[in-house]
């Protein structure tokens, strides 16, 4: 199903996260240590799971975990997870799975991504592209509003770079739309709940760790998580590369 609608007044808190690429570590501090949840909230999760920081998998298995022993865990699928699905289609993987199997040597025949796939396939294709609230969108990159049907525009959900509109619309006349994917510095987020925008980016560029300057120190490498009751914004430093 690539399109759900939940009903989340039964929640006591509600959050949603970035964009996490693989840094488990910080990820695992923001929810047990900054956010401390709990099996009362609801945690939207924006895709981008996987690829740049160290331990795509061990994110994938934790939030599996997460949904296993009764947390409300809602990921939806970023560009990364659909493009690694994709991938798979042109992969001549027959042979390699056998050899690997027989040997006991997937590691030596299967690359980073395809032990990703060929491990997570289930979670993987059940991820939604887009998840509708009471109050708000989300969507992993946006949506694309010179569509004739921006919900029905699957692929602009995923990439799009450009997803606000110039004039008022449907889609944002009752619920804020809650996105990722295009890394801002943690001070751009910030106006933008201070300015009370109908858009909210999370995508702080947790995995971007590499900052020359004192300004992008201060405002990269952040991964970000938005009270959506109280418009309270959590932000953790990247805890990975410590």
Same mark, same amino acid.
């Given at each position: 199903?690539k399109?759900?609608?939940l009903?989340t007044?039964?929640?006591? /808190?509600? !959050?949603?996260i970035? $964009?996490?690429?693989?840094? =488990? +570590?910080?990820?695992?501090? &923001?929810l047990?240590?900054? #956010?401390?949840?709990?099996?009362?909230?609801?945690?939207?999760?924006?895709?981008?799971?996987?690829?740049?920081?160290?331990?795509?998998?061990?994110?994938?298995?934790?939030?599996?975990?997460?949904?296993e022993?009764?947390?409300h865990?809602?990921?939806?699928?970023?560009n990364h997870?659909?493009?690694?699905i994709?991938?798979?289609?042109?992969?001549?993987h027959t042979?390699?799975?056998f050899l690997?199997?027989?040997?006991?040597?997937? /590691?030596? !025949?299967?690359?980073? $991504?395809?032990?990703l796939? =060929? +491990?997570?396939k289930s979670? &993987?294709?059940?991820?939604? #592209?887009?998840?509708?609230?009471?109050?708000?969108?989300?969507?992993?990159?946006?949506?694309?509003?010179?569509?004739?049907?921006?919900?029905?525009?699957?692929?602009?959900?995923l990439?799009?770079?450009?997803?606000?509109?110039?004039t008022?619309?449907?889609?944002?006349?009752?619920?804020k739309?809650?996105?990722?994917?295009?890394?801002?510095?943690?001070?751009?987020?910030?106006?933008?709940?201070?300015?009370?925008?109908?858009?909210?980016n999370?995508?702080?560029?947790?995995?971007?760790t590499?900052?020359?300057?004192?300004?992008?120190?201060?405002?990269?490498?952040?991964?970000?998580?938005?009270?959506?009751?109280?418009?309270?914004?959590?932000?953790?430093?990247?805890?990975?590369q410590?």
């Amino acid at each position: 199903m690539k399109s759900i609608k939940l009903n989340t007044n039964q929640y006591v /808190r509600r !959050f949603a996260i970035g $964009d996490i690429h693989g840094c =488990f +570590k910080t990820f695992e501090y &923001l929810l047990q240590k900054e #956010i401390q949840v709990t099996k009362d909230d609801i945690v939207f999760l924006l895709g981008d799971y996987i690829h740049k920081g160290p331990d795509s998998q061990k994110v994938i298995d934790y939030i599996q975990s997460l949904r296993e022993e009764g947390f409300h865990i809602y990921p939806i699928m970023g560009n990364h997870e659909d493009g690694l699905i994709k991938k798979q289609r042109s992969y001549k993987h027959t042979f390699f799975r056998f050899l690997a199997k027989m040997t006991k040597g997937e /590691r030596l !025949f299967l690359n980073e $991504d395809e032990m990703l796939y =060929f +491990k997570n396939k289930s979670f &993987l294709k059940t991820l939604p #592209i887009h998840i509708q609230i009471e109050d708000y969108h989300f969507v992993h990159a946006g949506f694309n509003f010179e569509a004739e049907k921006p919900k029905k525009d699957y692929d602009s959900m995923l990439t799009i770079r450009k997803p606000y509109p110039t004039t008022s619309n449907k889609i944002t006349k009752k619920r804020k739309v809650v996105h990722g994917h295009t890394p801002i510095d943690l001070s751009q987020l910030k106006n933008m709940i201070n300015e009370k925008s109908r858009f909210v980016n999370l995508d702080t560029g947790c995995a971007f760790t590499k900052a020359t300057t004192a300004e992008q120190r201060e405002n990269q490498g952040y991964l970000s998580c938005f009270n959506l009751d109280t418009s309270e914004l959590i932000s953790v430093k990247n805890r990975d590369q410590i």
